[in-house]
């Protein structure tokens, strides 16, 4: 972790007649934030509850032609003093350092999150790992794991009882179960007549689970119980780096992906009918890298604009094909008590296809990322750490 700047303020000015508020860093930089912006975001007691800390007032509160009709730095902060009104606030620097929004680092086009850390098959050698055990009694480790699971969008866990359920006792780390039409959790196991083709002994491709639901599942653990099977390894791939290499290697084929929808479905043993649509690539309004939806078995029929179907197909192939990639893949073997993680809209998951006379079976179920980060940037909080 590369050691925090502490943010000092030199300097504050008004600039555009009161309109703007200027700071002047100590570390050289400069940021600009509007008098707006600066009293909708006041942290004092009349402008956000001091409990739970949400916001009082609502945007036809201000006055939008409000203006800054003082500031300076003191110990605490810079002071800001509005008109009209008169109000009088003070913000802390570190919160108006993480805050700045004026041209500040701002990834490029198609680039993920800051914290996001693309891999390839070299992470193989380093898989981020913990023991269930040391999960549970350690809340350092538990976030270094977490962090892990921010940062490279899966990781890896040993130890946790070979028996059903207990991956829904994993999930209470972080989270929550979300319950589908699968169930709470789901055994993964080949199955006559069965209604999914993970329920089957074939290979499956490297795929995003339940892409025909929204929202879409974030997280998913797959729990080994069993693996006397010949086969069945786990096979996973980066979605972002994928993106990425297709990015650099075709840009208008990631561009193809990004901007039309592509329709999924599933029909299940008639019980379900699940169907939406999501861009295979999904960018923020922004342009960050914001999801990867990919699952052949569950697309459905594309209805991209008649003169761009040949082009999008070329895409799409392209990038199945950067997925089917052997240095972008890493490849391992589920052991019983072993258990892995992934973010659902950014690591494909896959496996080889087994024996299926022999006894594999898994147990999985679906989570939400949002927790999880929540439940992580609490343990930070607690631990005094900055985000890792
Ligand atoms: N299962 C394992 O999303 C999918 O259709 C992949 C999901 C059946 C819950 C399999
Ligand atoms: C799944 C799946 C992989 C496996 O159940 O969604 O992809 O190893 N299973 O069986
Ligand atoms: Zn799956």
Same mark, same amino acid.
């Given at each position: 972790?590369?050691?925090?700047?502490?943010?000092?303020? *030199?300097?504050?000015?008004t600039?555009e007649d009161g309109g703007v508020l200027?700071v002047?860093?100590?570390?050289?930089?400069?940021s600009r934030y509007h008098a707006l912006w600066l009293r909708d975001n006041a942290l004092d007691a009349a402008t956000r509850d001091p409990v739970g800390g949400q916001r009082l007032i609502t945007v036809l509160d201000l006055d939008p032609d409000i203006r800054i009709a003082g500031a300076?730095? @003191?110990?605490?902060g810079a002071e800001v003093a509005f008109q009209p009104g008169g109000h009088r606030t003070t913000f802390a620097?570190?919160w108006l350092?993480t805050h700045r929004y004026d041209? $500040? !680092?701002?990834?490029?086009?198609?680039?993920?999150?800051?914290?996001?850390?693309?891999?390839?098959?070299?992470? &193989? *050698?380093?898989?981020?790992?913990?023991?269930?055990?040391?999960?549970?009694?350690?809340?350092?480790?538990?976030?270094?794991?977490?962090?892990?699971?921010?940062?490279?969008?899966?990781?890896?866990?040993?130890?946790?009882?070979?028996?059903?359920?207990?991956?829904?006792?994993?999930? =209470?780390?972080?989270?929550?179960?979300? +319950? =589908? !039409?699968?169930?709470?959790?789901?055994?993964?196991?080949?199955?006559?007549?069965?209604?999914?083709?993970?329920? =089957?002994?074939?290979?499956?491709?490297? $795929? @995003?689970? !339940?892409?025909?639901?929204?929202?879409?599942? @974030?997280?998913?653990?797959?729990?080994?119980?069993? =693996?006397?099977?010949?086969?069945?390894?786990?096979?996973?791939?980066?979605?972002?780096?994928?993106?990425?290499?297709?990015?650099?290697?075709?840009?208008?084929?990631? +561009?193809?992906?990004?901007?039309?929808?592509?329709?999924?479905?599933?029909?299940?043993?008639? *019980?379900?009918?699940?169907?939406?649509?999501?861009?295979?690539?999904?960018?923020s309004p922004e342009?960050?890298?914001?999801?990867?939806?990919?699952?052949?078995?569950?697309?459905?029929?594309?209805?991209?604009?008649?003169?761009?179907?040949?082009?999008?197909?070329?895409?799409?192939?392209?990038? &199945?094909?950067?997925?089917?990639?052997?240095?972008?893949?890493?490849?391992?073997?589920?052991?019983?008590?072993?258990?892995?993680?992934?973010?659902?809209?950014?690591?494909? $998951?896959?496996?080889?296809?087994? *024996?299926?006379?022999?006894?594999? $079976?898994?147990?999985?179920?679906?989570?939400?990322?949002d927790?999880?980060?929540s439940?992580?940037a609490?343990?930070?909080?607690?631990?005094?750490?900055?985000?890792?």
């Amino acid at each position: 972790m590369t050691p925090a700047y502490e943010p000092r303020i *030199d300097r504050v000015e008004t600039a555009e007649d009161g309109g703007v508020l200027a700071v002047q860093w100590s570390d050289g930089s400069r940021s600009r934030y509007h008098a707006l912006w600066l009293r909708d975001n006041a942290l004092d007691a009349a402008t956000r509850d001091p409990v739970g800390g949400q916001r009082l007032i609502t945007v036809l509160d201000l006055d939008p032609d409000i203006r800054i009709a003082g500031a300076s730095v @003191t110990p605490a902060g810079a002071e800001v003093a509005f008109q009209p009104g008169g109000h009088r606030t003070t913000f802390a620097p570190a919160w108006l350092y993480t805050h700045r929004y004026d041209a $500040h !680092n701002r990834q490029g086009w198609g680039a993920p999150a800051p914290w996001v850390q693309v891999w390839s098959s070299g992470l &193989a *050698d380093m898989l981020p790992a913990i023991d269930y055990g040391t999960a549970r009694a350690d809340k350092r480790a538990l976030a270094d794991w977490l962090a892990a699971v921010r940062r490279y969008g899966f990781a890896t866990m040993r130890g946790v009882r070979a028996e059903p359920g207990a991956i829904a006792e994993v999930v =209470t780390l972080f989270g929550f179960v979300r +319950e =589908t !039409n699968y169930g709470r959790i789901f055994d993964v196991r080949s199955q006559v007549n069965a209604a999914n083709l993970a329920y =089957t002994s074939l290979p499956l491709p490297v $795929h @995003t689970d !339940n892409p025909y639901r929204n929202p879409v599942p @974030t997280l998913q653990l797959l729990h080994c119980l069993a =693996t006397d099977a010949e086969g069945g390894d786990s096979i996973l791939v980066d979605g972002f780096h994928a993106a990425q290499v297709l990015r650099a290697e075709a840009a208008t084929d990631f +561009e193809l992906l990004t901007r039309y929808s592509a329709p999924f479905a599933y029909r299940g043993a008639g *019980d379900v009918h699940l169907e939406t649509a999501s861009p295979v690539i999904r960018l923020s309004p922004e342009g960050e890298l914001a999801g990867i939806r990919f699952n052949s078995r569950s697309a459905g029929p594309l209805m991209v604009p008649f003169d761009v179907m040949r082009a999008y197909y070329g895409a799409y192939r392209r990038f &199945a094909a950067v997925l089917e990639r052997a240095v972008l893949r890493v490849r391992f073997r589920m052991a019983p008590g072993d258990l892995f993680i992934v973010d659902n809209e950014r690591v494909l $998951h896959g496996r080889t296809g087994f *024996d299926g006379f022999g006894s594999r $079976h898994l147990q999985g179920c679906y989570a939400d990322r949002d927790g999880l980060y929540s439940t992580l940037a609490v343990i930070e909080a607690e631990l005094g750490r900055a985000a890792a």
